[in-house]
Each structure stands twice: as C-alpha cells, then as structure tokens.
C-alpha cells in the first residue's frame, strides 16, 4: 500500500525520537515511509524524495530537524502538500535553536510546528492522522479510540495514586 | 455556504492581526466564520463555538492568542478537527511567551503551530488551504496559482532593483 | 476531613515534585487531597474534580504542570477559588515553557505563580498556609513556627561553617 | 475603614501600572492603601509600612517592580501575610529580568507572582479578592459578577464582529 | 567588469538595510551585483541566481534574510563559494531567530554569520573585502587604509568630546 | 587579624562554589571571614552579620546566592561598602535567574557582579584584591604576580601543545 | 586636580547615556576624565589611554560598551585597577549581548559588571565612590548623605501620593 | 610547509572541541599551526601569536572561546586577514553567551561566526578551506570531493534504514 506520509529527517542521529512518530502512525495504521535526507548536505536527493512521495500519493511530510533546522521549509517551499516541522535538540541551545528555525517561517510557505524532541514527534503523527482524516472518516473513529484510550490511561494511574 | 474553516481569538484586541487570516482565505475562496471567545473568560462559549463549527462542517480551527495562549491547546483538547494555533504578541515579552504556551504541548494534543504575528497569521490561512485541499482538488490548483503569484511578485520587486 | 487543598497535576511523572507539596502541607496540618488529570487529555474529568473539590470545601487549589502548561490556567476559568501555578521541567526548555504558559495569564484570570520546580513545589505549599491562614488563625502560628524552624537551620548549617 | 490589601511599589514610576490594581480593588470595594517605597534605598521605611498595614488588619500584600525586582521577596520574608508580586517593565529587558526576580524565590518564602506589566497589576486584584473571599463570603459574589461582566463584554464585542 | 561578489536578499523590505553592504563595497572598489529572491517562495530563481554569479566569477556571496532565515543557508549548500549570513529584524522577536537559524548550520555547510542588523550589513562587506584580499592584494592596501579612517573617525570624536 | 573580605552566601549548598572565592583571598593573603545567612530566611541574622562585619573593618563584602538572588542586593542597601554579586546555578533556569537578579540593580544601589558560577566566584576574590589594593599597595604586588602566574601557566600548557 | 576615575566607551554614541555616570561622580566630588576609544577599532589608542590614566593616579576605570562589548574585558586584562563595565543597548537585542559580553568573564580576570543602561551608568558612579571611599573617608560621608537624600526623595514622591 | 590557517584557542580545556578543526584542515591538506593564548590572561602573547602566523604567511585565522568570548574580536582587531570565530560551551549559559560576544562585533571588526560547539569547528575549517580556495583552485577539488563524501554518507545511512 502506498504511504500516506512521509517522515524524512536530516540524520540519522534523529532517528531514536523520529521512531515516534512512526510508531503512533502505525497505531493509526496509516501507512508510512521513512527517509533520511539533509537540506544541506544532500539537497537535490531531498527535493527528490519529495517528488516521489507525492507521485506515490502522500497526503502530509512530516520532517524532523535539529540546529539551524531548515529541512522542514525547504520541503514546504517544493511542496503544496502540508508540511510538519518537529524541532528536534541537536545543539547546546535546547532545540531553541531548532524550534525558531522552523516555526518562524515569513509569509506564503507555512511549516506547521509542532514541539520540540519527543513530545513533538508523537504529536507530529497525530496531527499527520487529524488532516488526512479529512478525507478518510476512518481516521475520525481512530483519533476518537486514541484520545478515550489516553484519558484512560490518565485515570488509571490517577486511580493507583489513590490507592496508596 | 457552510464555513469551512473558523477563525477564532481572544480578544478584539486581536482582530487587525488575524484579519490577514480572514482575507488569504478569502482569496482561497475557501468559506470561513470569525469568532471572538477567550480561553478563560467565556470557556464554556468557547466550546459551545467550536461544538457549533464542527456540526456546521468546518474542517480546519484556527485560533490566535497572546500571553499565556491556551486558546488553541484547550480547542484542541475538545475536538478531533486538525488546529492551528497563532501566536500573537499581546506581552512586553515579544510574543515568546504564546509562541512557547502554543507549541509546547504535551504529547496527544497537537496544535500546528504557525509564526508569530501577522506572517504567522497569513501562514495559518495557507496551512488551512493545504489541509482542506487533501479532499477538495480544486484548491491544489488555487495554492498552485498562489504560489506562482508570489514568485511573480518576488521577480517583478527584484526588477525594479535592477532598473535602479 | 475534608481536604482543604486539592493538590492537581497532569501527568505522574510530575507526581516526584508534587509530593514536596504534600509534605509541607502535611507539616502545617492542612488536610489535602492529590489528583491526577490533563488540562488537555482529560478536560471534562478535571472539571469534575475542580468542582467536587469545590464542594468538599476546597479553599485553594495548586496545579503542577509542564511544557505548555495550561492546567492552572485552565482551572483558574472554572473556579472562584485561588489557583496556585507550580512550573514544571518537562521538556528541553528548562521550565521555561512552563513558567511564562502560567504566569502569563491575561487579565481577569489570576495564576499565583511559583518559582519551576522542586522550589515552588514547596512555596505553593506554604503560599496556600498563608492564604487559608486568612480565616484560621492556628495556621499563622504554624507559619511562625515554620519561619522560626528554616532560621535555625540556617544558624545551624552556619554554625557547622564556623567550626570547620 | 481599615484596609484590606497594602498596593506598594518601589518608585512612582511605576504608579500608572499600578493604578489597575487600585481601581479594580475599588470595583471589589476593597479598602486599600497605596505607599511607594524601595526595598533598596529606603529598606527600613519598607519594613514600618509593613508592619503598620499589619497591623491595620491587611490580609494581602500586592507589590510592584523592575528590574532585580526585590520588592515583593524582600516583604515577604517579613510578614507572614500572602504577598503578590507583579513584575514591571523597567529596563531593556522587558520585565523578564522583573519576572525572574520575583517568581524564583527560594523555598521558604513565597512570592505570588502574576504577569508582567498591566495584565498583572489587574490580576493582583483578583487574585487579593479571592483570597479574601476565603473569610468575606460577600467577595465571591462580586467575584462571580465580575466574571459574567468580562463574559459579557466578550460576547458583546464578538457580536460587533457578527455585525461587520 | 563582472561582480565579485553577490549581495542577495529574501525580500525587498530588506533593501535599506542591506544596502550598507553595497555602499562599503563599492568604498572598497569591490564590483557587486545585488539581487532579491527567497529560499522558500522562489527556491529555483535562487539557485538560477547563484549558479549565474558563480559562472560571472563571484568570490564571495552575501545574503542576509530575516525570521526562519533559510536563504544563507540553503545557498551554502548548493555552492562552493564562501557565504557570509546577515541576519535580519524582521519579526517580534528582535532578529534572535534569524541569527539562530543562520549561525547554527550543522556540520558540513558552514555560513560566516555577522551581527543583527546594519552592524552586521557593513561588516559582512568588510568580511568579503577580507576574503577577496587573499588573492588581490590590492584590497589589503585598501582594508587596511579604511581601518586608519575608523581609527581616525574615533580620535576626531573623541578630540571634539576634549574640547566640550 | 580582623577579616577584611565578608564571603556570605544564603545556603550551605552554595559552599563548594564559594569556597574558590576564599581559595583565591587566602592566596592574597587577605583574611576573610565566610558566613552562612538567607536573605530571606534570616534577614535580620543577615543584617547583623553586615553589621560586625563592617565593625571589624571590613572592605568589600561578596556575597553569592542563587534563583531569585536577593542576598547582594539586599546587603547593599544596608551597607556603604562595595558589595560584589556571585550569580550561582541553583535551579533549572542555568542561573539566568540568579545573574539577572543581582546585576539588574535600581539605580542607587549599585552591587559589582561576576560571572554565573565557578568562574566568578574566583574572581570575585580578584576584584575585591583589586579594590583592598587601592588603600594597600602590598596587594599590587600580589595581583601582578597573580597576573603573570596566569600568563605563565597558559604558556606552560601551550607548550605542551607543541610537543605533542 | 589628577583624575580618580577614567570614563571610557567605545563610541560617542554612547555619550549620553555615560553622562549619567560623570554627572554623579560630579556630585560626588571625584574628578574624572572621560574618553571614547574603541577596543576594536583603535585598541592600541585604548592601551594609551590606560596606561596614561594609570600614570595620572586613576583609581578606577569605568568602560561602557555595547553589542560584543568587549571594551571593559580588554582594558582589565591590561591593568589591575578594579574595572566596572557598563552594559550598553546598542543593538536589538536589548542590551542582553552587551551584558553577557561584559559578565561572563573567564576566571582570572573580573570585571564589575552594573545594569544595562542608564540605571546601570548611574550605579558605577556609586560603585567607584564606595572603592575609592576605601582610602578617602570623605567619599564615605557623601555616600552616605546620597543614600539619605535618595530615601527622601522616595518619602517625598510617597508624600504626594497620599495627598492625592 | 608554512602554515596557512592559525587554529587558536584560549584554553586547553577548549582543546577536544578546536581538534575537530584540526581534524578536517588535515583532510583538506591544508598545513595548520595550533596555538593557545588567552585574548585576557596573555593579551600581549596573543598578538605577538597574530603576528608571527601573519608573517609566515597565514591566510585564516579561527579562534575558539567560550563564556565573554573575546579572543576572536581582539584578534580581528590586530589583523587585516578573516578570522574565524567558534563559540564554545564553557559556562551554564549553554554556550550563547560566547556566541552573542562572538558574532555582535560592532560596525568595522567582523568576525565570521560559525555555531556553538563541534558542529561550529567542524565548519570553521570548511570555512576556512572556501576562503583560502579563492586563490588555491585544488582546494575547490577537494571541497567538491568532501560534499560529495558527505552525500554518499547520508545516503549510505538512509540505505541502511531502509534495509531495517
């Protein structure tokens, strides 16, 4: 089945958080593909992992990137399709740097930012999930599931810690 | 015709930044509602708003908020809708502040978080078209045309400089 | 008895620090109750357990939270009572995300913020003394004799300095 | 009529902020006192207004400053009441220098910190109010009619906007 | 004569602050050709640009770029030539997000970042001028003249200053 | 012999980085005296110890503290003698908290501060040697063979550099 | 009369806020000089200036500078004068480089560092009186006397606010 | 082989990080001279440093410094040729006070600021292989081989997590 995202990020030092996101996209059953590209050091290899998801027919990218984090603009600048930019902690700066880097992006090429490091990277699948849903009510009863299951989850420890 | 996306924020105080959302959208001809309810000082309006959107169709939040923006997070925790979140300078403190209360959320509640101010207000517009465009071709058309005017634009400023 | 303080944070793994809450409040003889729920994966069961804390005669609630902390400003919108905000350390951002998503409420509905961390943690447990201090003056003897007990070990700690 | 809540602020520079306070502590009909002194330059005068409004019967200590914003921790390592802090803008640094200051006090001795600037100084009023509704079930009820009148006038506001 | 060097910016609101650059340069008897094109709204016309300049002979290219500040570094990666980043105040948050985005290039494309702003604008020029020398020894004399004038400047100010 | 340097400092926890300051005032031979006192947990502890200290005929007085660092502040509105600011780490903020407390002064009530941590901590010790020398040439001499041991000692392991 | 304390920065920028600082060395009665050199662009004209003030009998040396203010480091790493640094804004990020620039001194040599700005050019006049004060007892009287006149000041402004 | 870059460091804890410039300078060929020599405890050494690599025929200087990174302005101010600055991790402030005493020089002075940190050494001696490649036309050859490597490295990676 062809992917409906694409989740690329610039090293594969960034894989341990970006696994996350596969992870919950799995959980979703969306089906995914995962590639490493730099926007610096491979540019070209970049635009053109880009092309073949789209003639594929992804529906999101979600693009992981540390430091001076320009991977997730560029791709929204090649791109109509939405792009999610997780900042990922690369440098002494907390991922600051990362975070700036891709959210303030100037007017006409949105990157939609999400946290930075792993928090980001779980939302980043679920926010991949809440736009396709768009078009695949499937999706709806899926997100629907997730969030019951994680108020659960918040009640059963919730529940342990009254017990003690 | 039934709005498909609705802008919401805090405060009046906010309308002269997020009327650059209102007037993208406009020329995306994607229908929209515009909505002021805080966060904190009508909540239970603010959900009865987002409850309202959702039955009338709408497929995209966008909400603009400064200081302490829970705006968009505590939407995001009452619907399933994909939500972009605006962070506006409304502090001394540059807008850091909203831009930090907006997209740090914790993992299972995304908001796709956008610059701050209006280029972030401009930016969630397009982001908006993008996602509804997943189901409605016709816009990956007009995106397509709103891009190519931009590099016009670009072009056309950057002829004047050689005239010079 | 019936807790006079609702200690409330939003995850368990900020239950390490929101324990120095409890301990303290346990030194001043003030009976407390400690729940678990998310301003944002949980929002109507918070409710819930704002307004039953409510009825059992709640003076003060204190809400640990971190990354885009909206917990104690979301509750602070559902209640009349006094809200004390502890920021928490949940991500790479030191607190920092956590400090300004709590302080930086807009005007008309107060957070009592507390300095990020195992510090506030305690401060918001003596604040609380303080405030209900207001109608039960056993509570300013308490207080005295907290001063008194941190002044001595401070003599103390000094007077071993002395010795070396 | 003895007041209620001590307003002090380190310089008269800071009395337009400040003046919020004062006016919805009015609106509460709060009895207040306003009295501008430094913790630095006039530390001793400090220490007398506190224990004047002491023993005036105050229940709530607001207090306002920039910059290594002392102020409030100084006074609130030497009265037992609850002391709010608001931080000012009052160098380059746009009160984050002021907020720091005060919000991370050591345990011990709390400050009750709100935002900075003018969202703050509004907020100390509230905030005053709700702890002195623990003893005055009077204020509670203003409390409430304060907030539907903020409801209202968002309401009123967003229905300006429908008007458009 | 074929420009040396290349001064490139995203947008044209950027002129007057890039235009101390040109105005150094040409002090330095340095040919420059100026133009504008974003990284994001008009990536191909970029690259068309820089391609162009490098087959004209350019030594150095300049750019600077304001908010998520992508342009110097998606050129670093698509050229050989050295690329000194200036970044630029363009958004609420004082220039710190292009200078984070610029300066923080991950291993394997560097930019030589410069100061915020008009500081960093001439000092880019002197930076190239600096560049350039290595292989016209000419620009040594010269570099070395505009120094004395500094020099001179500062001890003019300071003589007028004696004389007060 | 009557101590000429007051090290204070506003917990024991701060004692490892303080003692560098005492290290460095024994290797001037400058006697000192090192005292253990909150500025806001013993503030009149802390008032009598400026006091004696001053009656002894001390010269400067350093004082370190952490968070919300009131100690150097507070100290210098009770005393005429230089009061030098040791910035210390003592929360998740790095000492940002700390450096912005002590260095942000009011104007009147001036306090010298020194590097966060470690290295301000030595040089605390410097500067007060430089101060004490003004009215004690002996320690010229001492800060100039200070000086040159410094010199020396980066020579020494520059030299090592070489023959590796 | 032979100056006590050299006031230097690096640009005649500069001048009015640093006329804040001889103002009130003015009213203290301590003869100064004031120069502008830059540690940058005349660094050996700056050496002069030391070394010629160190021969005149200064006592202290004040250095205001902004952006990378390296001017107060310079010149306290070519005397052992105490050396207070006056954080300048000069850029758009508030002062905060300058700051960081003129603090964080490495171990070995200190500079005093004062607020950002004018409160800060005010406090290192007072600061030099209290060092110079440890040799001239006069200076001790005038200190005293201005802390007297500042409280009054605050007593008397405190005055006409309770007139109102 | 005379030396064509200066690698110089102010200390020899800054040494682990500065070899990684040396490191990649060597894979370029390119003949280095490493030196340490504090901007502050060894200033005259330093220049005499500057001086010595100037005359046998250095064509880059890069300077590694940490906390008030001095080192590169001050010697940026002794030479005519491009000088390199690496800002490093030495304090709790996470390296962004070198970076701001680095890349803030004022108008006249520029030094080419490259990131925080590894990342930052790495590149500077790229950096410095593009400058010195505008009269070394090999050194363009082993620029190209060296992006190529880092490209094939990427996708090397990216076969891998394919394969997985």
New interface residues.
Partial sequence: MNPKVLIIM???SD?PVMEETAKILGEFEIPYE??????????V?TLEIIKAAESKGA?VIIAGA???A?LP??I???T???V?GVPL?????????A?????????????????????GA???A??AA??????DPKL?GR??DH?KR??EE??E??G??QKQ
Same sequence: chains 1, 2, 3, 4, 5, 6, 7, 8.
């Fill in positions: 610039g090293s594969d894989l995962m590639a490493i590209s730099s926007a610096h050091r491979t540019p290899r529906e540390g430091m001076a320009h603009g560029v929204a600048s090649h109509l399709l939405p999610i902690e690369a440098s002494s700066l907390n991922g600051l740097d975070l700036l880097s891709i959210v303030q992006m100037p007017p006409g090429i949105p990157v939609a930012t999400v946290a930075v490091g792993k928090a779980k939302n980043a679920i926010l809440q736009i396709i849903a768009r078009k709806t997100l629907s969030r994680m108020s918040v009640e420890k919730a342990k810690l």
